[in-house]
């Protein structure tokens, strides 16, 4: 470890220099309860204010607020440094699992992907498919 190394980011940040910077959408987790949120400052939004950079979490019985900032760390020339996205930017399971359920579509295991050059099912349905209406 280098000379003066902390792993506590508080007292390495106490050596920075404040940078323009703007969140202009984000996704991102209550650091309370964990609810993820996804926003931009294009679309209002009752849980971000973009000109104050505001966040408020609106999960029931959490309601905590935060100011929105960014931080740039500077990143050394070796080789794989900062190559793949930091942990906290790879949702796990449960956060995984609220951002599809916020989509609402379908996501199936890879064992039943289509391995047909032509599908055998779609979601279209062929006149001589549908059910006849009764009268």
Aim: net charge negative.
């Amino acid at each position: 470890m280098p000379s003066g190394w902390t792993p506590d980011a508080r007292q390495r940040l106490e050596h920075s220099t404040r940078f323009f910077a703007r969140v202009e959408r984000a996704t991102l987790e209550c650091p309370r309860c964990g609810t993820v949120y996804r926003f931009s400052d294009r679309i209002p939004s009752a849980v971000f204010n973009p000109t104050t950079a505001r966040f408020t979490c609106n999960h029931t019985g959490c309601k905590r607020t935060y100011v929105l900032g960014l931080v740039a760390w500077p990143v050394t020339a070796t080789p794989g440094v900062a190559s793949a996205p930091p942990e906290d930017q790879v949702p796990d399971e449960r956060e995984l699992a609220q951002l599809r359920r916020e989509g609402g579509g379908w996501w199936l295991p890879d064992a039943s992907a289509i391995r047909y050059k032509r599908p055998l099912e779609t979601n279209l349905t062929t006149e001589d498919d549908r059910l006849e209406e009764e009268d």
